[in-house]
């Protein structure tokens, strides 16, 4: 499988906030699949763990077309779907731990 990064390019707000505070937060960036770049927005969650961590998801919505992704054709193989029985959006959620580097 090739890889797939994403790379932030603007955040929805700046915060102060105290160690166990959730923050809803949308981070808009472009995310790479195959070698295809595209815009994408995810919806994060972010924890404050202390005053150099934070934790959280990332959640957000692509369709397959945009990346060139393609269901393979496998017949008479069982628990493939055929591709009319397959949407062309997929959901992509990240955990991550974000540390403030010196």
């Known amino acids: 499988m090739p890889p797939a990064y994403t790379r932030s390019t ?6 102060l906030a105290n160690p166990g505070q959730i923050i809803p937060v949308k981070i808009t960036g472009n995310l790479t699949i195959r070698d295809i770049v595209q815009p994408v927005t995810f919806d994060r969650t972010l924890t404050v763990k202390s005053d150099t961590e934070l934790e959280g998801t990332a959640k957000t919505t692509i369709t397959r077309a945009a990346f060139e992704l393609t269901i393979p054709n496998v017949p008479n193989v069982p628990n493939v779907p055929s591709v ?4 062309g959006n997929f959901d992509i959620q990240l955990q991550f731990v974000a540390t403030r580097q010196a």
């Open 10 to 15: 603007k955040c929805s707000k700046r915060w």
């Open 84 to 87: 009319a029985d397959v949407t």
